[in-house]
């Protein structure tokens, strides 16, 4: 084991290549044993490797070496960067040759620390042109991370600064996107979003649990809850991940057998979560770490499904897990010792989710639109529904006003359809409906609108076309369900045509209603046809009765 040679160059060095660590598997070693001349040897070098030991039931004592190359006395301070630790003691050695003890760890108050920080700081002194030997000690029931450094006190001071603005910035997203998904979810009223909800600010805290945070800032004077804190926000935060996902992907119709699964794994989360205040952390931070990696799996499963299935938010769910599974792979490999503890590991939770919190919110958006679809979507035929048509035409009819564009409107009805229900049933008529449905879909391009007004009765909103143009259209549709029906269930349509040009109508209802007596006139004149409302005689006010219309329709 080389020292550490300190001098007034010093900005921030790591320690790992100059430790040398002791195991202590009993856990019943004293110091005064481990800093005797006897145990010198015992002590092996870390060979430059990251001392990281997963969830070890031993202790480790580490010893290493400052020298202060320089004639006068340095200041320097200690750091361990990850605050997760029950018990840590550090043994300074004092000019007269006593020792000065410094025990804290997260299993204490908070305030039984040198500095009052999320991570442990140790001010220390080193007396000129000496060399100086420390000890400390580390046991924990969770994972063991000795992550040691050192540092000049105003580069720390520096390093410090930049990491609390990091900080900020990443809890305040979380912070804004609570806010704004529980605006979303009084305003929506969709469970998505309580789901979202539940995950995002258990997740959030369980962060700034992780981080060391909650216990510097929430409960200082409390290190029983601090510690279980960590498995309580870690469930919920995992029965919220579950809980979002089925609901988003809507993985119980498209893939039940997964959605009991993930049914099931709720179940073990809740129960889990009862069992918490009655174990120790140790006995319960390895099963739930185990359930972590079958959580993982079960999500990323459902998103595939859903993906398969066509779903539109299954794309964002699917990029958004993947980036921050990564980051929890690196991060739970890590606890276990299997990848090195640095700073992308360490912060492997982080880093996927930043990505996660951008494009999980994308998927809400995509959730919302997916919702605001089925408000304006007609469930049997797939078209527009007449609630969507009421807006889309009164929009474009003051967009036609405003820009002096023509406006024109079909209004289409299937012939003799109550006759055709009374004979064949209502599942065939529904059938048919969707056949109409279908032809009408495909023979409307955009930005005209095709929509089930109600019933057998149809509505095509034709913005910026003229009456010659409307007037062939309708006549191919009229054609199409001719022939497209022709060998199976023999339907005909009739429609009616009324277009605006300029200040023709004050409003949406007077134009709608020219439309509608077309449609009546074009029934009255034998069916399956196509009328023009300016080829009608003049109307009288009974006509204008949408109740006058409905025993002629058939």
Same mark, same amino acid.
């Given at each position: ?22 195991? *202590?598997?009993?856990?019943? $070693? ?5 800093? /005797?001349?006897?145990?010198?040897? @015992? &002590?092996? #070098?870390? %060979? ?70 999320? *991570?442990?700081?140790?001010? $220390? ?5 000496? /060399?100086?030997?420390?000890?400390? @000690? &580390?046991? #924990?029931? %969770? ?412």
């Amino acid at each position: 084991m080389s020292p550490f040679n300190a001098d007034k160059g010093l900005d921030m060095a790591g320690l790992t290549p100059h430790l040398a660590l002791l195991e *202590d598997p009993s856990q019943s $070693l004293r110091f005064e044993e481990v800093s /005797s001349p006897e145990f010198a040897d @015992r &002590f092996k #070098s870390t %060979g430059g490797q990251s001392p990281n030991f997963g969830f070890s039931e031993s202790a480790w004592w580490v010893k290493f070496t400052l020298h202060n190359t320089t004639a006068e006395e340095l200041a320097v301070t200690l750091r361990q960067d990850y605050p997760l630790i029950d018990h840590l003691t550090l043994w300074e050695p004092l000019a007269d040759g006593s020792w000065k003890r410094h025990a804290t760890g997260d299993r204490l108050s908070f305030y039984s620390r040198d500095v009052e920080h999320r *991570d442990y700081l140790f001010p $220390l002194k080193l007396p000129a042109n000496a /060399s100086y030997t420390y000890y400390m @000690r &580390f046991s #924990s029931d %969770g994972s063991m991370n000795i992550g040691l450094s050192l540092y000049a006190p105003d580069a720390l001071l520096e390093h410090i600064g930049k990491e609390q603005l990091a900080y900020g910035a990443y809890y305040g997203g979380f912070l804004v996107l609570v806010i704004y998904n529980f605006f979303m979810f009084i305003a929506v009223r969709d469970r998505t979003f309580a789901h979202y909800l539940l995950y995002v600010t258990s997740y959030g805290l369980y962060m700034a649990v992780h981080n060391g945070l909650t216990f510097q800032f929430l409960w200082p004077n409390f290190p029983w809850f601090a510690n279980h804190s960590l498995l309580i926000l870690l469930i919920l935060s995992l029965l919220g991940a579950l809980q979002f996902a089925r609901s988003i992907l809507v993985t119980q119709q498209i893939a039940p057998r997964t959605d009991f699964a993930a049914r099931v794994l709720e179940w073990l989360m809740l129960i889990s979560l009862a069992c918490t205040p009655f174990f120790t952390y140790h006995t319960m931070i390895v099963p739930i770490s185990l359930l972590t990696f079958v959580i993982a799996a079960q999500l990323l499963l459902m998103g595939v499904l859903a993906l398969m299935a066509g779903s539109r938010p299954a794309r964002y769910y699917m990029t958004a897990w993947t980036a921050l599974l990564i980051g929890v792979l690196a991060y739970m490999l890590k606890t276990f010792g299997l990848l090195p503890h640095n700073v992308l590991t360490q912060n492997g939770f982080q880093i996927g989710s930043l990505t996660e919190m951008v494009l999980l919110s994308l998927a809400l958006s995509s959730r919302v639109n997916e919702l605001q679809r089925k408000t304006y979507t007609d469930a049997l035929t797939g078209l527009f529904n007449r609630r969507h048509f009421d807006d889309k035409f009164a929009t474009e009819f003051h967009r036609a006003q405003q820009s002096k564009q023509p406006l024109t409107l079909l209004v289409i009805d299937i012939d003799c359809f109550k006759q055709f229900n009374d004979t064949y049933g209502h599942n065939v008529g529904d059938h048919a409906l969707k056949e109409v449905a279908r032809i009408l879909a495909k023979g409307v391009r955009k930005p005209n609108c095709p929509c089930r007004y109600g019933g057998e009765e149809f509505a095509v909103i034709l913005p910026n076309t003229d009456h010659e143009a409307a007037m062939s259209l309708a006549n191919r549709l009229r054609v199409k369900v001719a022939e497209e029906t022709e060998s199976g269930y023999k339907l005909s349509i009739s429609v009616g045509v009324a277009s605006m040009n300029h200040d023709e109508f004050d409003c949406p209802n007077k134009l709608f209603e020219r439309a509608d007596y077309a449609l009546y006139t074009a029934k009255q004149q034998g069916r399956n046809r196509v009328v023009d409302y300016r080829s009608c005689a003049p109307r009288r006010e009974s006509d204008t009765s949408k109740e006058g219309l409905v025993g002629a329709e058939s």
